[in-house]
């Protein structure tokens, strides 16, 4: 598994950041790094306000409307590869700024769809912006994995991914404002039909939110362009050779953590995704809260709000308990609330789902670091598969399916099997085994 994943960005952030924490430079890198989270989990969320609205739009079954964001993940499993070499052809910051550059060519992507009223053109669009996102994730989160102690690395993840989850608070407001707020939808009676007329108008309504978007990810994109982030030198020479001939011999399945990670990555996301995609749906409905899609973001908002709540609070706790208990608790937690969600009703169902944020909080960043502990000269690899890992919230369109045919309410029942698998990681599956020794030994 060393050849195809290996990438000069993640690689050489190891090298790269352990100077920069030697002369005590790295923090402004982590602060600006800090921003690129913000703005990936903030185009992410309006996703959420976005389907409802396109599914209306476009009269759209929940499996099509979900297809929607499962083409947006699948982009994580097809442009991984692709950008691990980009990363090794032309170096970390220009990397970076090539990623927003992509994103905002796939925000202008939907301008276009949201002006000829296409469907496909929105699924393209998509797709460009998370490619785009692909290219930071495969850099950032190992850098910021590696870039301090490895006895911290949770700690230190799960506190940047704070920022990842202020953008996604801040995301339904906006989507609810913007996109919602302007529509005919989003200010309907949920089950209302609109007309040919008012279809069209609430397709253009998405124009200006993105154009907005578009100009805050070149403006970014200018500023890392200009920033004197720590030297992160690309492959060749003599340091590369050097860790090839390190990594010679090593076999990534000797480690079980990083084995029963990735699919622990990928099941996870299938939870998280499938209730934000799905949760403005839920909430709108007359026995859980009897909203409008437009009141019902502002709710969307709290669930994600809990996120970014639960990220400060997993970090403190993981100064005082081992990262896997923690992960454990969250697991339990979740499931629990999930299982409330699926067979109460009313406002209990509602503020179940809500609650579910705070314990999915601290789930990604922790799998991602207990699965690269221990790696060694292997981290690179083991980090280029989890984050094409994410790919899983591809398979939200099997819970749409679900919700045809058992039920939006039973769907959740997805959710909390997911749960489980990922407290099987807490307890069991993220204990190391012996250091890797080579493949045949």
Same mark, same amino acid.
């Given at each position: 598994?060393?050849?195809?994943?290996?990438?000069?960005?993640?690689?050489?952030?190891?090298?790269?950041?352990?100077?920069?924490?030697?002369?005590?430079?790295?923090?402004?890198?982590?602060?600006?790094?800090?921003?690129?989270?913000?703005?990936?989990?903030?185009?992410?969320?309006?996703?959420?306000?976005?389907?409802?609205?396109?599914?209306?739009?476009?009269?759209?079954?929940?499996?099509?409307?979900?297809?929607?964001?499962?083409?947006?993940?699948?982009?994580?499993?097809?442009?991984?590869?692709?950008?691990?070499?980009?990363?090794?052809?032309?170096?970390?910051?220009?990397?970076?700024?090539?990623?927003?550059?992509?994103?905002?060519?796939?925000?202008?992507?939907?301008?276009?769809?949201? *002006?000829?009223?296409?469907?496909?053109?929105?699924?393209?669009?998509?797709?460009?912006?998370?490619?785009?996102?692909?290219?930071?994730?495969?850099?950032?989160?190992?850098?910021?994995?590696?870039?301090?102690?490895?006895?911290?690395?949770?700690?230190?993840?799960?506190?940047?991914?704070?920022?990842?989850?202020?953008?996604?608070?801040?995301?339904?407001?906006?989507?609810?404002?913007?996109?919602?707020?302007?529509?005919?939808?989003?200010?309907?009676?949920?089950?209302?039909?609109?007309?040919?007329?008012?279809?069209?108008?609430?397709?253009?309504?998405?124009?200006?939110?993105?154009?907005?978007?578009?100009?805050?990810?070149?403006?970014?994109?200018?500023?890392?362009? $200009?920033?004197?982030?720590?030297?992160? !030198?690309?492959?060749?020479?003599?340091?590369?050779?050097?860790?090839?001939?390190?990594?010679?011999?090593?076999?990534?399945?000797?480690?079980?953590?990083?084995?029963?990670?990735?699919?622990?990555?990928?099941?996870?996301?299938?939870?998280?995704?499938?209730? !934000?995609?799905?949760?403005?749906?839920?909430?709108?409905?007359?026995?859980?809260?009897?909203?409008?899609?437009?009141?019902?973001?502002?709710?969307?908002?709290?669930?994600?709000?809990?996120?970014?709540?639960?990220?400060?609070?997993?970090?403190?706790?993981?100064?005082?308990?081992?990262?896997?208990?923690?992960?454990?608790?969250?697991?339990?937690?979740?499931?629990?609330?999930?299982?409330?969600?699926?067979?109460?009703?009313?406002?209990?169902?509602?503020?179940?789902?809500?609650?579910?944020?705070?314990? *999915?909080?601290?789930?990604?960043?922790?799998?991602?670091?207990?699965?690269?502990?221990?790696?060694?000269?292997?981290?690179?690899?083991?980090?280029?598969?989890?984050?094409?890992?994410?790919?899983?919230?591809?398979?939200?369109?099997?819970?749409?399916?679900?919700?045809?045919?058992?039920?939006?309410? *039973?769907?959740?029942?997805?959710?909390?099997?997911?749960?489980?698998?990922?407290?099987?990681?807490?307890?069991?599956?993220? $204990?190391?085994?012996?250091?890797?020794?080579?493949?045949?030994?």
């Amino acid at each position: 598994m060393a050849g195809p994943i290996a990438t000069a960005g993640t690689a050489a952030a190891r090298t790269g950041a352990e100077a920069a924490r030697d002369r005590g430079g790295y923090r402004p890198a982590l602060s600006l790094l800090a921003s690129l989270f913000f703005m990936w989990g903030f185009i992410t969320v309006i996703n959420n306000t976005l389907l409802p609205h396109l599914r209306s739009v476009f009269d759209l079954d929940y499996t099509q409307t979900t297809l929607i964001e499962s083409v947006w993940f699948i982009a994580y499993f097809v442009a991984s590869i692709p950008a691990a070499k980009l990363i090794e052809r032309v170096g970390y910051q220009r990397a970076l700024v090539t990623g927003l550059g992509i994103m905002a060519l796939g925000t202008l992507g939907m301008i276009l769809a949201a *002006h000829r009223v296409s469907y496909a053109i929105t699924l393209t669009a998509l797709f460009v912006i998370a490619s785009g996102i692909t290219l930071l994730q495969v850099a950032a989160n190992p850098y910021v994995a590696v870039v301090g102690p490895a006895e911290s690395a949770p700690t230190r993840l799960n506190l940047v991914q704070a920022f990842n989850s202020l953008g996604t608070t801040l995301a339904p407001l906006f989507g609810g404002y913007l996109i919602l707020g302007r529509s005919a939808l989003g200010n309907a009676a949920a089950g209302a039909t609109l007309t040919p007329a008012e279809r069209l108008a609430d397709a253009q309504s998405v124009q200006l939110p993105y154009l907005i978007v578009a100009v805050v990810l070149v403006v970014l994109a200018a500023v890392i362009a $200009r920033f004197p982030l720590p030297a992160i !030198s690309g492959s060749g020479g003599a340091t590369a050779r050097a860790a090839r001939a390190e990594r010679a011999g090593l076999s990534l399945w000797r480690h079980r953590n990083l084995v029963l990670g990735v699919p622990a990555i990928f099941i996870y996301l299938i939870a998280e995704i499938g209730v !934000s995609n799905l949760f403005i749906n839920f909430v709108s409905q007359p026995e859980i809260g009897d909203l409008t899609h437009a009141q019902a973001s502002r709710y969307l908002f709290l669930l994600w709000g809990g996120m970014m709540v639960g990220r400060f609070v997993g970090s403190y706790l993981m100064q005082r308990r081992p990262a896997e208990t923690v992960l454990a608790g969250a697991a339990i937690g979740a499931c629990a609330v999930m299982l409330v969600a699926t067979f109460a009703t009313g406002h209990l169902a509602l503020w179940a789902l809500i609650s579910v944020g705070l314990f *999915h909080a601290i789930m990604f960043p922790t799998i991602f670091t207990l699965g690269i502990r221990g790696l060694g000269p292997l981290t690179e690899e083991g980090a280029g598969l989890l984050i094409m890992a994410i790919a899983g919230g591809s398979l939200v369109v099997v819970q749409g399916w679900a919700a045809d045919r058992y039920g939006l309410q *039973h769907s959740f029942l997805i959710t909390a099997a997911c749960e489980l698998y990922v407290l099987f990681y807490a307890l069991w599956g993220c $204990r190391t085994g012996a250091a890797a020794r080579p493949a045949g030994a």
